[in-house]
């Protein structure tokens, strides 16, 4: 088992910029590909950024590409999300999610998920 908390979501407003954190314990973290999910109101949740055991050649979604930047610290069991240019759009509640092997960009493929913290973008 992996358990995963998320934190330092909250209200920002228009360009503005906000680091999400996800806390792992449970298993060796370095094991695990890692993956920040987002869903809106009324919309399906969508992938943000993923990153390898490894943390290297991570992948983006495009609405957020040059704008978020997902890295990890191994040593800490921590993966990072740092969002700037935030926009209206952006806002949702911010999943990270955990696998074990190669990176995916599909939820249902990874097996560990956080609560979830929330991030709002006023305009």
């Known amino acids: 088992q992996v358990q995963l908390v998320e934190s330092g979501g909250g209200l920002v407003q228009t360009g503005g910029s906000l680091r999400l954190s996800c806390a792992a314990s449970?298993?060796?973290?370095?094991?695990?590909?890692m993956g920040w999910f987002r869903q809106a109101p009324g919309k399906e949740r969508e992938v943000v950024a993923a990153?390898?055991?490894?943390?290297?050649?991570?992948y983006y979604a495009n609405s957020v590409k040059g704008r978020f930047t997902i890295s990890r610290d191994n040593a800490k069991n921590t993966v990072y999300l740092q969002m700037n240019s935030l926009k209206p759009e952006d806002t949702a509640d911010y999943y990270c999610a955990a696998r074990r092997g190669v990176i995916a960009v599909v939820d249902s493929l990874y097996e560990y998920w956080g609560q979830g913290t929330q991030v709002t973008v006023s305009s």
């Open positions: 990153i390898r055991w490894s943390g290297g050649s991570p």
């Open positions: 449970g298993r060796t973290f370095s094991d695990y590909a």
